[in-house]
């Protein structure tokens, strides 16, 4: 599939979470397109560059914190990035799947004021998209959120030809908005648990709640999205779900506090395989979210911060008067 085409699809999936009518309104975030000033930076005559350089400080410095450790920002070391192989191989890509960062600036700008008014309390930060050859899809480097366009080119660009499919499926545009909300609240609420309260179970359910706070502040929230899976797999999930939550419980392992066991139900991977039946992966965050979504049906009143706090995901009651109701 061409990425221009790769563009218009995401650009419809992107719009639903940022462009239809919504009760709220929040004004788009204020984000440096670093991937797109770049390439030019270096001819550019030196007042123009010595503006970018004064105007954009806090997100170079960052960003150059990221990818060139060691090294104190300066003109020279700008103009040397704007020639590097990861601009001159991420930037004709990233430009064409993302034309505009306004649907960005847009959907980050939703997802701060609906944590907001929330009650979720984010710092206020810089942001920048960017390209580069790191891990992170994002990344935090002292008060700045840097955005890795290069990230989210689509399952179908060639430069994730040689990765796993579910690596690949991860890289939709269209879900770009997700992995920042997620991003921005997990930094700020992270899970904490320790001990003997680091069970399988509180894993599932701070998952499950990240997931929930993320589908209350990305505008127009899609559940497959939201849970990185396929609208058809997530209906067979949900098929089997009652089964899924038997296999769990009969099995004991809710209990156990192996953080091997936890990465295999609630991090990336192909499928979980330590139940009798196989499940695609992070099955764990499935049933979490179905878990808190039971839970605040019975309790409106519950915010998202108290849902994101220990005192919640840790609490040994919680399977007993939720889980039958949730998967029967």
Wanted: charged residues 20%; glycine residues 4%; negative net charge.
């Amino acid at each position: 599939m061409k990425l221009r085409n790769i563009y218009i699809a995401s650009l419809i999936a992107i719009s639903a979470a940022c462009s239809k009518e919504a009760p709220e309104q929040y004004a788009p975030a204020d984000v440096a397109p670093l991937h797109a000033i770049m390439p030019g930076y270096a001819e550019l005559d030196s007042a123009s560059r010595a503006e970018i350089a004064d105007s954009l400080k806090p997100e170079l410095t960052a960003f150059f914190k990221a990818v060139a450790e060691g090294y104190t920002l300066s003109d020279t070391l700008i103009q040397a990035w704007s020639h590097s192989r990861q601009v001159n191989t991420f930037t004709p890509p990233a430009d064409s799947v993302f034309p505009s960062i306004e649907p960005i600036r847009e959907s980050l700008g939703y997802t701060l004021g609906a944590a907001g008014t929330r009650g979720l309390q984010l710092p206020a930060r810089r942001y920048a998209t960017v390209v580069y050859g790191r891990n992170e899809a994002i990344l935090f480097v002292d008060s700045v959120m840097l955005i890795a366009l290069n990230h989210f080119l689509g399952p179908e660009y060639e430069g994730y030809s040689r990765w796993p499919v579910y690596r690949r499926l991860e890289k939709d545009p269209a879900k770009l908005p997700y992995y920042m909300a997620e991003a921005l609240i997990a930094n700020e609420y992270p899970y904490t648990a320790e001990g003997e309260d680091a069970t399988l179970l509180s894993h599932l359910l701070y998952q499950g709640a990240l997931t929930y706070a993320k589908m209350q502040v990305v505008k127009n929230a899609d559940r497959a999205l939201a849970l990185d899976y396929s609208d058809e797999d997530l209906a067979w999930i949900d098929a089997n779900s009652a089964k899924l939550w038997s296999e769990l419980a009969s099995s004991n392992l809710i209990y156990d506090t192996s953080e091997t066991l936890a990465a295999r139900f609630v991090m990336p991977s192909p499928s979980v395989r330590d139940l009798p039946t196989v499940y695609p992966g992070r099955i764990g965050r499935y049933v979490g979210l179905r878990l808190v979504e039971e839970y605040v049906r019975k309790h409106p009143e519950a915010t998202l911060a108290e849902l994101l706090s220990p005192s919640f995901y840790t609490s040994p009651e919680f399977v007993q008067t939720n889980a039958a109701e949730t998967f029967r």
